[in-house]
């Protein structure tokens, strides 16, 4: 067969992204392949989707295995991957409901129900969560009007109503809006799209003590922080705060369409017809997420990729301090670097021609999250390809 090597000039996609004239067609690892043979070090990994990088063999071997046996029974049947991947989840937190769904907004959908719902039966019908500027929760209607991000709150108006906005890292903000509607305050522990700015500790647990005062639910949206991505299997515990409600997604399926809610007994408060959804709780998924957590979980997995993350970050640290750039930021793989220009989106489309692939979240930085299980070689190749892509992008005059 003839395959093309790049798609064609026009397509029958929406236009929804601006997408570079490359046609992938293979991944192995911390490598994609294009439809030439080049190869990529992705240091995108499917928006931090494919913690274990690209087609790992523990999830193709779970996969096709869960595929050949039960592929989808429907929600309202138990199943034996759901009901293990509930255990191992809540086994693993301070959470005892699960409920799974198939993306981050869909779960964060859920979380936002799940707390009008305990308004509506602990609090008198409050409603209204607060969330923060620049935070990101999704592209449903609900979620968009959730997230801070600047010109979404005019992008398909009306919004929903009952999210106002706190500034992260300043609780007398968070404070000023509570009122007899509050019922839950939502937050990442690391704003990822905002270009990866950390939530203090100090802030996580002004917050805990706050929502305890106050009889507020936290909501931790660790959709992109959970599962191993900062070096811990989740953000929060790093800085010993319990949250009531939970979100995880990108990571949990390591590339699969899977993602969850989970929420402690006092704030779990769904009746039966609340909530479902299709392909809730899938077994083909559930599958590949009990892989993930089955290898992130095993002896020393989390503590190398807390090691690759020192690594990573220290070698950012060097190549700003050597080229005059600005601030390295994160946790773990999910790390980002401030150029002191604009010139991201040039940096991102000269790394690419030079074989890596990252991302720009703000045209100022770089955000960088490699597989967890990328190895020490493949850091120091994606350095000196980041420090050859930025020196070029200098160099050229704009
Ligand atoms: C990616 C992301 C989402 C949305 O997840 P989808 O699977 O794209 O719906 C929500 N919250 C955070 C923090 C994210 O990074």
Redesign the pocket.
């Known amino acids: 067969m003839n395959l093309p090597h790049h798609p064609p000039a026009i397509t029958s996609l929406m236009p929804i992204a601006p997408r570079p004239d490359t046609l992938f067609v293979r991944g192995a690892g911390a490598w994609l392949y294009d439809a030439a043979g080049r190869r990529y070090l992705d240091w995108v990994q499917g ?2 989707v494919n913690c274990l990088g690209h087609s790992p063999q523990a999830i193709v071997d779970a996969v096709a295995a869960q595929a050949a046996t039960l592929i989808n029974p429907g929600p309202a049947f138990y199943n034996l991957p759901a009901l293990a991947l509930a255990e191992k989840l809540t086994a693993n937190s301070g959470f005892d409901h699960v409920f799974f769904a198939s ?4 779960a ?1 959908e859920g979380a936002i129900k799940l707390a009008r719902k305990w308004g509506q039966l602990h609090k008198g019908g409050a409603h209204e969560i607060i969330t923060f500027v620049d935070g ?4 449903t209607l609900a ?1 968009m009007s959730a997230s801070g991000k600047p010109g979404w709150d005019t992008l398909f108006a009306p919004q929903v109503p009952g999210f106002p906005k706190a500034r992260l890292n300043d609780i007398s903000t968070v404070n000023r809006l509570i009122s007899d509607k509050t019922v839950a305050v939502m937050l ?1 522990p690391i704003q ?2 905002a270009g990866v700015i950390p939530a203090s500790g100090d802030f996580l647990r002004q917050l805990r003590q706050l929502c305890d005062e106050r009889q507020l639910l936290l909501i931790v ?5 959970g599962i191993g991505r900062t070096g811990h299997l989740f953000a929060h515990t790093a800085h010993g705060i319990q949250p009531d409600i939970m ?1 995880l ?2 990571g949990l399926g390591g590339g699969l ?1 899977i ?1 969850a809610l989970l929420a402690t007994r006092a704030a779990s408060c769904f009746a039966p017809g609340d909530q479902g959804g299709t392909y809730c709780g899938n077994p083909l998924v559930c599958a590949a997420g009990l892989a993930v957590l089955d290898t992130l979980l095993a002896d020393g997995f989390l503590a190398t990729c807390r090691q690759r993350g020192e690594q990573l970050a220290a070698a950012l640290r060097a190549l700003s301090a050597e080229l005059g750039l600005g601030e390295v930021r994160g946790q773990g793989l999910l790390l980002a670097l401030e150029l002191g220009a604009d010139c991201g989106p040039e940096v991102v489309t000269r790394a690419r021609a030079l074989g890596l692939l990252i991302n720009a979240p703000r045209p100022h930085c770089l955000r960088l999250m490699p597989a967890l299980n990328t190895t020490p070689e493949e850091i120091e190749t994606g350095i000196a390809v980041l420090r050859e892509a930025i020196t070029d992008t200098r160099k050229t005059p704009t």
Do not use: M
């Not at 993306?103 to 869909?106: I, P």
């Not at 990101?136 to 592209?139: K, Q, S």
């Open positions: 928006w931090a993306s981050g907004a869909e964060n990101f929760h999704g592209r979620t990442e990822g799209e949206d660790e959709v992109q922080t979100t997604g990108k369409p993602s």
